[in-house]
């Protein structure tokens, strides 16, 4: 008898339900915050993973399922996908399009390792790029995604752990500064984090091996971070707290990827046990020059479905096309520009926020090329007087209305305009 091979799995009757119902409810929350879906292939070229991942982490050396095709060239199964994206965004010239490009995947991805509950060789992963923007609210933006993810799940004490790992300015410095402190421990170090000593010494902080005792004793990233840094991480932390996600700085919290930059996190919660990571990403602008294209900076994150799996009950929702929301705003609105976004999104709209800022003209030119149904605008005299102001973007016809009204206003014009 042929059987599975090992560390993958076959999915039917309620395993398939729960697959199914993981995947509509990450597709539909990517959705409401205006993500789009886009689906690359599953073997690359082995130097994409080289290049992007970095030649020296666990996942090159160690797990990817490498081969030589019939024309002698290097193939390897994917083993994760924001490098595959990368490189579809510079092959395809992607920067065409108005940005921030909004992303988002689901698809199998393969790692050699030990598999066991909840992780297999062949495993599904979910995440989101938001590509083409540097402003720390789409950083924001991002974890709010990702918050929201864990809330539909419904999983108990969520929270958001935050940190920066700088950039090419400033983390060199901080590395000098690890390895001369690990110097001095170096023979306590696990046979990996010895190699990681001279290749990437931002490695050991993630390794579960270490003890928590050495860690702790070693400098802190926060430290060293340049004025640049701390005034994203900064910013990106005031956002958080406006759109009250709960977060705290975790300073021993790094990425295992090489094009990690800035901001990095994850999303924990105490459902998950010991390892009680949901889901983890952060900034990465230097991947896409790395791999040929301009400079263009991004931030996304990544999640494991078979963990999900596990806790979830089957649940049947149907998806349906929704039209877009998109907000524009005065800075000094921003906190009621906010309220009103999760207002929406929780009762089912797509919704779309101006990262870019500038006057209003120029955020109703993104509005149009997002091709919104409706730009809700909020300035000074609409957050004084508690309304609304609703511009229709095909009709241009634009309403004053109360902003306790909007979800009754949409939920009637986009019902009647549906029956028209």
């Known amino acids: 008898m042929i059987k599975t091979v090992k560390g993958c799995k076959d999915r039917y009757e309620k395993d398939i339900k729960l697959f199914q119902y993981s995947k509509r409810v990450l597709s539909e929350t990517a959705e409401q915050y ?157 046979d990996d984090c010895k190699k990681r000593f001279y290749t990437n010494p931002l490695r050991i902080l993630d390794c579960k091996k270490e003890s928590d005792e050495l860690k702790k004793s070693l400098p802190k990233i926060a430290d060293y971070l340049c004025e640049e840094c701390k005034e994203h991480l900064d910013a990106v932390k005031k956002h958080l707290t406006l759109m009250d996600i709960p977060f705290e700085r975790d300073s021993s919290l790094v990425r295992g990827l090489d094009y990690y930059t800035k901001t990095v996190f994850e999303v924990v919660s105490t459902n998950l046990g010991a390892q009680n990571a949901l889901l983890g990403g952060g900034r990465y602008d230097y991947l896409i020059e790395e791999l040929g294209g301009r400079h263009v900076p991004a931030v996304g994150f990544a999640m494991g479905i078979e963990r999900l799996i596990t806790i979830l009950e089957a649940e049947e929702k149907t998806v349906e096309k929704r039209p877009i929301i998109y907000i524009a705003y005065q800075e000094n609105a921003l906190k009621e520009t906010m309220d009103i976004a999760s207002i929406l999104r929780d009762n089912d709209f797509i919704v779309l926020m101006d990262v870019k800022g500038g006057n209003f003209k120029k955020q109703l030119e993104r509005s149009a090329k997002q091709h919104s149904l409706y730009t809700i605008i909020i300035g000074e005299e609409e957050k004084e007087k508690r309304v609304l102001q609703i511009k229709n973007m095909e009709t241009k016809e634009q309403k004053e209305i109360p902003s306790d009204q909007i979800i009754t206003f949409l939920k009637d014009h986009i019902k009647g305009e549906k029956n028209a």
Not at 43 to 72: P, W
Not at 75 to 95: G, Q
Not at 131 to 159: N, Q, Y
Request: hydrophobic share 35%; net charge positive; with cysteine.
């Open 34 to 190: 205006g993500y789009t879906e886009i689906v690359t292939p599953i073997i690359e070229y082995t130097e994409l993973f080289q290049r992007s991942v970095g030649q020296d982490t666990d996942i090159v050396e160690k797990e990817m399922y490498t081969f030589e095709d019939k024309g002698g060239r290097s193939l390897t199964l994917r083993p994760e996908i924001t490098a595959s994206i990368a490189r579809s965004y510079v092959e395809h010239h992607f920067e065409t399009i108005p940005s921030p490009l909004r992303l988002y995947y689901i698809g199998p991805c393969f790692r050699y390792e030990k598999p066991q509950k909840g992780r297999y060789r062949e495993f599904y992963q979910f995440g989101v790029e938001a590509i083409g923007d540097i402003s720390p609210l789409l950083d924001a933006e991002v974890i709010s995604l990702a918050f929201t993810v864990a809330k539909r799940f419904s999983l108990k004490e969520i929270k958001v752990k935050l940190n920066s790992i700088g950039c090419k300015k400033c983390r060199p410095l901080y590395k000098d500064a690890l390895k001369n402190a690990l110097k001095l421990r170096y023979d306590d170090l696990c």
